[in-house]
């Protein structure tokens, strides 16, 4: 899955301009970034020992020293908090083992009772468990809506933003969406190196698209489970939703998207959700 500390730690220091810390630069340099030299220097640690870590002749280091690296290379808190996990020893790491993937029966009572919002629950790999027939309604009406039941049918949210036009079609800024999707996905990848489906998924998506191979091998990170993002939903039109992400009991993930009240937003939602009751079938 290529989720190394040598080649993290390679690419976050050449995305630092010397100038951007306050280093004097003479002439013309050879390589884009910070050189290795100055990150040892920095950081507070020998080059000869830096530059086995990019190397990956040493697999790990100390979080001490992990954490003087990331405040040079000005890690975010997502990115520092990544390059802990891949970097840390196995033995001071909590092992993970995968969640099964079944939806508690409380989990699926509590996605469908939720008629105003858009829910879903999504394990690690991102495969989408349950939906409730507004989030189906939203993001994927031409698939069955039946789909998140089987193995066989499940969707996976990474691989429908890249592999399923109508899905890629949703969004306004689907550049915008691709880099959140990658960025999470390796974010998460950091906690599952053992999981051979989770490389399976990688696998496949980097097979299938050469997007998503540039936006992988550019090591992106960042745990995405808040914001907004606006939808061009071939019913209801522009929309703009917020979204949420809450961990649940269970080890898997519930996916809210949600609106502000009162706003032509809610409207469109509440549309949508009318528009879905009017094409079910009544009693005979």
Same mark, same amino acid.
């Given at each position: 899955?290529?989720?190394?500390?040598?080649?993290?730690?390679?690419?976050?220091?050449?995305? @630092? !301009?010397? %100038?951007?810390?306050g280093?004097?630069?003479?002439?013309?340099?050879r390589? $884009?970034?910070?050189?290795?030299?100055?990150?040892? &220097?920095? /950081?507070?640690?020998?080059?000869?020992?830096?530059?086995?870590?990019?190397?990956?002749?040493?697999?790990?280091?100390?979080?001490?020293?992990?954490?003087? @690296? #990331?405040? *040079?290379?000005?890690?975010?808190?997502? %990115? !520092?908090?990544?390059?802990?996990?891949?970097?840390?020893? &196995?033995?001071?790491r909590?092992?993970?083992?995968?969640?099964?993937?079944?939806?508690?029966p409380?989990?699926?009572?509590?996605?469908?009772?939720?008629?105003?919002? &858009?829910? #879903?629950?999504?394990?690690?790999?991102?495969?989408?468990?349950?939906?409730?027939?507004?989030?189906?309604? +939203?993001? /994927? $009406?031409?698939?069955?809506?039946a789909? $998140?039941?089987?193995?066989?049918?499940?969707?996976?949210?990474?691989?429908?933003?890249?592999?399923?036009?109508?899905?890629r079609?949703?969004? /306004?800024?689907?550049?915008?969406?691709?880099?959140y999707?990658?960025?999470?996905l390796?974010? @998460?990848?950091?906690?599952?190196?053992?999981?051979?489906?989770?490389?399976? +998924? *990688?696998?496949?998506?980097?097979?299938?698209?050469? %997007?998503?191979?540039?936006?992988?091998?550019?090591?992106?990170?960042?745990?995405?489970?808040?914001?907004?993002?606006?939808?061009?939903?071939?019913?209801? =039109?522009?929309?703009?939703?917020?979204? !949420?992400?809450? #961990?649940? !009991?269970? =080890?898997? +993930?519930?996916?809210?998207?949600?609106?502000?009240?009162?706003?032509?937003?809610?409207?469109?939602?509440?549309?949508?959700?009318?528009?879905?009751e &009017?094409?079910? $079938?009544?009693?005979?």
């Amino acid at each position: 899955m290529n989720v190394d500390l040598g080649n993290y730690l390679r690419r976050m220091r050449e995305r @630092i !301009q010397p %100038e951007e810390i306050g280093l004097a630069t003479r002439g013309q340099r050879r390589v $884009p970034g910070l050189r290795r030299e100055e990150v040892a &220097a920095l /950081a507070g640690v020998s080059q000869p020992y830096y530059t086995r870590l990019e190397q990956s002749q040493v697999p790990h280091a100390s979080p001490s020293v992990l954490l003087s @690296i #990331a405040r *040079v290379l000005e890690l975010s808190q997502d %990115e !520092q908090d990544y390059l802990l996990r891949i970097g840390t020893p &196995a033995p001071s790491r909590q092992s993970r083992e995968p969640v099964p993937d079944e939806v508690s029966p409380h989990t699926r009572v509590l996605v469908e009772s939720l008629n105003d919002v &858009a829910a #879903a629950v999504l394990n690690h790999r991102c495969d989408i468990l349950a939906w409730n027939p507004l989030y189906h309604r +939203l993001i /994927a $009406p031409h698939l069955d809506v039946a789909a $998140p039941g089987s193995p066989e049918t499940r969707p996976n949210v990474i691989k429908l933003n890249f592999l399923d036009e109508n899905v890629r079609g949703l969004y /306004a800024d689907w550049s915008l969406e691709s880099l959140y999707n990658v960025s999470y996905l390796r974010y @998460i990848a950091a906690g599952y190196r053992g999981d051979p489906r989770f490389a399976e +998924l *990688v696998g496949d998506l980097a097979i299938q698209s050469p %997007e998503f191979v540039r936006l992988w091998t550019s090591q992106h990170v960042a745990n995405c489970t808040d914001g907004e993002k606006a939808l061009d939903h071939p019913v209801v =039109g522009r929309i703009t939703l917020k979204y !949420q992400t809450a #961990a649940l !009991q269970d =080890g898997h +993930l519930l996916k809210l998207y949600f609106t502000d009240p009162g706003s032509p937003d809610e409207a469109a939602l509440r549309l949508l959700g009318m528009d879905m009751e &009017a094409e079910r $079938p009544g009693p005979p």
